[in-house]
């Protein structure tokens, strides 16, 4: 045979390879194409069955949950990925419905199973479909998780106890849930590399909400910096006032700069009166120039009327974000931080440069921003008034009174 006979031949099996694999390709395209139909034609007619249940509503949604569970196999395998798709946002009856509904089909109890798959990929799903779920039983096998060699699914497991522990949860347990979830999130952030991003175990403390306040103020107290840091900021964000006490101790003796300033952020957030006395501490130089910053703004926030003299007095710090903080919050006291302000922007109040400087800029923003509470332009108004006056009065000549009385 000849080198052109067989590359013609060769050419020629190439062809029939392509041509084979090309009909191949389209055989699996048209069987896909007619199961995927078939799947709807099975799955469309069920769609209002599926919303009926998340909808949750009476009579009408159990009837509809108990035509789900009365379907066959093959047909629930159809409609199983759109009741999954919908269980992740509903709440309430309609929520518990669907994984009553879950729970009876099997897909529960396999879910469970897959938290400890060998696949790192079954293991993250199953989390984040028992978190979908709110399931509460699951809660200790998805705190173990959090313990994962893959940072995947350790992550998912953090997600999916915000939802799991949360007060609503599907299902009970026969300890408290939200305290589990709570403490094992925390102890996720311990040690030199969080198990958990600290962002993602925030969220999640936060879904958890008040009951978790208790295993949060335990928190405070951890040898670690990070768990108590993210504890304040949660507390913080929960208006958990009941652990003021205990964030103004921090501010006030805790080791890490990070910590004391996130106390006060907290407290600000909380703002209670009586941390105020707290908070005007910190700001003092002996603090790092974060805390006394953090404290300042919380300051402003608290409300509390005897800090007007400790904000005055940052108004020319030498850090320049301090003193910007200490104007900012002067303004948000109201009246009488407004007239402060004002007082020290007319320099009837002394201050250095930078301090009239500074509450003048404030002052200013505000009123072009129309932000300026009614009250506060008026003791601005009132001030400038003043000094207008005093100004007028030093700047008349010294006998234009005793003339103006000659000539009358």
Same mark, same amino acid.
């Given at each position: 045979?000849?080198?052109?006979?067989?590359?013609?031949?060769?050419?020629?099996?190439?062809?029939?390879?392509?041509?084979?694999?090309?009909?191949?390709?389209?055989?699996?395209?048209?069987?896909?194409?007619?199961?995927?139909?078939?799947?709807?034609?099975?799955?469309?007619?069920?769609?209002?069955?599926?919303?009926?249940?998340?909808?949750?509503?009476?009579?009408?949604?159990?009837?509809?949950?108990?035509?789900?569970?009365?379907?066959?196999?093959?047909?629930?395998?159809?409609?199983?990925?759109?009741?999954?798709?919908?269980?992740?946002?509903?709440?309430?009856?309609?929520?518990?419905?669907?994984?009553?509904?879950?729970?009876?089909?099997?897909?529960?109890?396999?879910?469970?199973?897959?938290?400890?798959?060998?696949?790192?990929?079954?293991?993250?799903?199953?989390?984040?479909?028992?978190?979908?779920?709110?399931?509460?039983?699951?809660?200790?096998?998805?705190?173990?998780?959090?313990?994962?060699?893959? #940072?995947? $699914? &350790?992550?998912?497991?953090?997600?999916?106890? !915000? +939802?799991? %522990? =949360?007060?609503? /949860?599907? *299902?009970?347990? @026969?300890?408290?849930?939200?305290?589990?979830?709570?403490?094992?999130?925390?102890?996720?952030?311990?040690?030199?590399?969080?198990?958990?991003?600290?962002?993602?175990?925030?969220?999640?403390?936060?879904?958890?909400?008040?009951?978790?306040?208790?295993?949060?103020?335990?928190?405070?107290?951890?040898?670690? #910096?990070? $768990? &108590?840091?993210?504890?304040?900021?949660?507390? !913080? +964000?929960? %208006? =958990?006032?009941? /652990?003021? *006490?205990?964030? @103004?101790?921090?501010?006030?003796?805790?080791?890490?700069?990070?910590?004391?300033?996130?106390?006060?952020?907290?407290?600000?957030?909380?703002?209670?009166?009586?941390?105020?006395?707290?908070?005007?501490?910190?700001?003092?130089?002996?603090?790092?120039?974060?805390?006394?910053?953090?404290?300042?703004?919380?300051?402003?926030?608290?409300?509390?009327?005897?800090?007007?003299?400790?904000?005055? %007095?940052?108004?020319?710090?030498?850090?320049?974000?301090?003193?910007?903080?200490?104007?900012?919050?002067?303004?948000?006291?109201?009246?009488?931080?407004?007239?402060?302000?004002?007082?020290?922007?007319?320099?009837?109040?002394?201050?250095?440069?930078?301090?009239?400087?500074?509450?003048?800029?404030?002052?200013?923003?505000?009123?072009?921003?129309?932000?300026?509470?009614?009250?506060?332009?008026?003791?601005?108004?009132?001030?400038?008034?003043?000094?207008?006056?005093?100004?007028?009065?030093?700047?008349?000549?010294?006998?234009?009174?005793?003339?103006?009385?000659?000539?009358?």
């Amino acid at each position: 045979m000849t080198f052109l006979a067989v590359v013609v031949a060769g050419l020629v099996l190439v062809s029939a390879l392509v041509l084979g694999l090309a009909l191949a390709i389209a055989a699996v395209r048209g069987l896909r194409a007619r199961r995927e139909a078939r799947r709807r034609a099975v799955a469309e007619p069920l769609r209002p069955l599926i919303l009926e249940v998340a909808v949750g509503e009476g009579e009408e949604a159990t009837a509809a949950a108990d035509a789900l569970t009365a379907l066959d196999a093959a047909a629930w395998r159809t409609v199983e990925p759109a009741v999954l798709l919908v269980l992740g946002k509903v709440r309430g009856d309609g929520q518990r419905l669907l994984v009553e509904l879950l729970a009876v089909r099997g897909v529960i109890t396999r879910e469970r199973a897959g938290l400890h798959a060998r696949s790192a990929v079954r293991r993250a799903t199953a989390a984040e479909l028992l978190g979908a779920a709110a399931y509460a039983p699951a809660v200790p096998e998805l705190a173990a998780l959090l313990h994962d060699d893959d #940072a995947e $699914v &350790r992550l998912v497991a953090a997600r999916a106890l !915000g +939802r799991a %522990g =949360a007060p609503g /949860a599907v *299902g009970v347990l @026969e300890d408290d849930a939200t305290g589990r979830a709570a403490q094992a999130l925390l102890a996720a952030l311990a040690g030199e590399r969080p198990a958990a991003p600290p962002d993602v175990v925030a969220r999640s403390l936060l879904l958890l909400g008040a009951p978790a306040t208790g295993a949060l103020r335990t928190a405070l107290s951890d040898p670690s #910096a990070l $768990v &108590r840091l993210t504890a304040a900021e949660v507390l !913080g +964000r929960l %208006g =958990a006032s009941a /652990a003021a *006490g205990d964030l @103004e101790d921090l501010v006030l003796r805790d080791g890490s700069d990070a910590v004391r300033a996130r106390a006060a952020t907290a407290l600000g957030r909380l703002g209670a009166p009586t941390s105020a006395s707290a908070l005007r501490a910190a700001t003092s130089p002996s603090s790092a120039a974060s805390v006394r910053r953090a404290a300042a703004v919380a300051l402003g926030e608290v409300g509390d009327p005897t800090a007007l003299r400790c904000l005055w %007095g940052l108004l020319d710090d030498r850090d320049a974000h301090l003193a910007a903080a200490a104007a900012a919050a002067l303004l948000a006291l109201g009246a009488p931080g407004a007239r402060v302000l004002a007082q020290v922007a007319g320099q009837s109040a002394g201050g250095s440069p930078q301090a009239v400087a500074r509450a003048h800029e404030v002052l200013v923003c505000a009123e072009l921003a129309e932000v300026l509470p009614a009250a506060s332009a008026a003791e601005v108004g009132s001030v400038r008034a003043d000094a207008a006056a005093r100004d007028a009065a030093a700047a008349a000549p010294a006998g234009a009174g005793a003339l103006v009385g000659a000539g009358a």
